[in-house]
């Protein structure tokens, strides 16, 4: 008995004329006598949706014919594979996947893994902030696929409309892609990490010990520093090197973004976030959400109070940031060209600091908006403070409005004043595919 390969679509939908769009491909391969429930476990498999809770479509086209044929038992197993055996090409007759909640379970569990990143912007004032959305989608592959971050990015650009600058890192999940570009078009760049890990996958080569290389060469500053890295890269496997470059430069490494991504390299952030909710999720809708309310109260509180107790110019990082800037300053020689340029000696090199610009050609100075230690030690020879060349998104006040405003608690389910149409009606999840 032999096998056959053919063609899934899946995370699409129908549209009314029988078209299936929007979707993203994979191939998959199943024996020649597979049952029907075999074809269904091995696409749920496919494509990670558990059966505990989903139930699958699997749809599929033949010529003359403008309704699609439904295959949901063995007979119509055995008319697909006979078909397929017919055609012998392997891209013949795709079968179009739709996922749907299986209803028994709604208040059971639920899958609601989206960006819940998103919503820690959306607690705070997005105001204070530099403009750069971190969206996760390493469990979009659950019930709701892609529609809870279309969702959440429509309510997104409600609240926040279109920022100048503004960017989105994540770490290139199909569906995040196509989501945020519905909603927004503004660049997309990938998660160094996420990256990598294809890279690694792909080619042998690129073993943990090169992995520190292709790091620094995202977060390099400069372009001549990013060349030499690239070369390195080259000079071990060519391959890695089209690879990276096919990716796109601008979508991976710092030095060619469009838009500045600042230190967002990961989108550790909203993993981060998703972890700490891995056993929340477990739980029905309401305590679910509970949990992410509780949450974000507690990190909100907890980081204004910081905010409140920093008596430093900068927060947190940037404040150590500025003081090993400083400290990398001493041992620098000075020469003013004009009241603003001058060129700064160091090691054998020269970078020229503008500071009526903020910039610096090692390009620190602009990127990071704090001082380099070129800046630094101009500002020590001219014995001017730091303060006003350091950008005031650091500032603790900064902060303090970012985490303004407390996420309250909410009253007992008991005491909630609910107008009857409310509580009489059945929400059931969307119907998104
Ligand atoms: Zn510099």
């Given at each position: 008995?032999g096998?056959?390969?053919f ?5 699409g939908?129908?549209?009314e004329?029988n078209?299936?769009v929007d ?6 391969m199943?024996?020649e006598?597979?049952?029907y429930k075999d074809?269904v476990?091995?696409?749920a498999?496919?494509i990670?949706v558990?059966?505990?809770?989903n ?8 010529e ?13 197993m ?12 392997f891209?013949k007759?795709?079968i179009?996947v739709?996922v ?14 989206e960006?819940?990143?998103?919503c ?7 105001e ?7 969206v996760?989608?390493s469990?979009?592959?659950g019930?709701y ?6 969702a959440r990015?429509?309510?997104f650009?409600?609240?926040h409309?279109?920022?100048n600058?503004m ?5 290139r999940?199909?569906s995040?892609i196509?989501a945020?570009?519905?909603?927004y078009n503004i660049?997309h760049y990938?998660c160094m990490?996420?990256?990598?890990k294809n ?19 995202a ?15 080259e ?5 890695v ?11 991976w ?7 500045d ?10 993993e981060?976030i ?7 999720r477990?739980?029905p809708?309401y305590?679910?959400?509970e949990?992410?309310r509780q949450?974000?109260?507690r990190?909100n509180?907890k980081n204004h109070?910081?905010?409140?107790n ?8 940037a ?6 800037n ?5 041992h620098?020689t000075v020469v003013a060209?004009?009241?603003y ?6 090691e054998g090199?020269t970078f020229?600091?503008?500071?009526e610009?903020k910039t610096?050609?090692c390009?620190?100075f602009?990127?990071?908006e704090?001082?380099?230690s ?10 001017l403070d730091s303060e ?7 500032k603790?006040?900064?902060l303090?409005v970012?985490?303004a405003?407390p996420?309250?608690p909410?009253?007992?389910?008991k005491?909630?004043n609910?107008?009857?149409?409310v509580?009489?009606e059945?929400f ?6």
């Open positions: 008995m096998s056959i390969s063609i899934i679509k899946h995370y939908h129908w549209t004329d078209c299936y979707y993203t491909t994979e191939a998959i199943i024996k006598y597979a049952s074809l476990d091995e696409v498999n496919q990670g558990d059966l505990r809770y139930r699958l479509k699997l749809k599929y086209k033949i003359g014919s403008i309704a699609p044929l439904e295959i949901h038992n063995d007979m119509e055995r008319v697909y594979v006979s078909l397929k055996k017919e055609a012998r090409e891209a007759y795709p179009c739709t749907s909640v299986n209803d028994r379970d709604i208040n059971c569990k639920n899958e609601y893994e960006d819940v990143g998103m820690m912007i959306n607690g705070g004032s997005f204070s902030c530099k403009p750069i959305v971190v996760d989608g469990h979009l592959r019930t696929n892609g529609t809870f971050v279309s990015m429509e309510q650009r409600e609240a409309g279109l920022k600058k960017c989105v890192v994540s770490d999940n199909e995040i196509k945020v570009s519905r909603i660049p990938a990490f996420h990256l990598w890279v690694k996958t792909l080619y042998k080569k690129s073993h943990d010990s090169f992995s520190e290389v292709f790091y620094e060469m977060k390099a500053y400069k372009h001549s520093e990013f060349n030499e890295l690239m070369k390195k890269v000079h071990v496997d060519i391959k090197k089209n690879y990276l470059e096919l990716a796109g430069y601008d979508k490494a710092r030095v060619y973004a469009t838009v991504r600042g230190t967002v390299m990961t989108s550790n952030i909203a981060c998703n972890g700490c909710l891995v056993k929340a477990e739980l809708i305590d679910f959400l949990e992410i949450m974000f109260g990190w509180f109070t910081s905010a409140s920093t008596f430093t110019t900068r927060c947190g990082k404040q150590a940031m500025l003081a090993e400083e400290e990398l300053s001493l620098m060209t004009s009241n340029v001058h060129s700064v000696r160091h090199e020229i600091v503008c500071l610009k610096c050609t390009r620190r602009q990127v990071d704090i001082p380099c070129h800046a630094w030690a101009v500002l020590k020879k001219k014995f006003p060349y350091c950008s005031d998104l650091y603790p006040n900064t303090l970012t985490y405003n996420i309250n909410l009253p007992d389910r005491d909630w609910m107008p009857a149409y509580e009489n059945i059931k999840p969307p119907k998104f595919k």
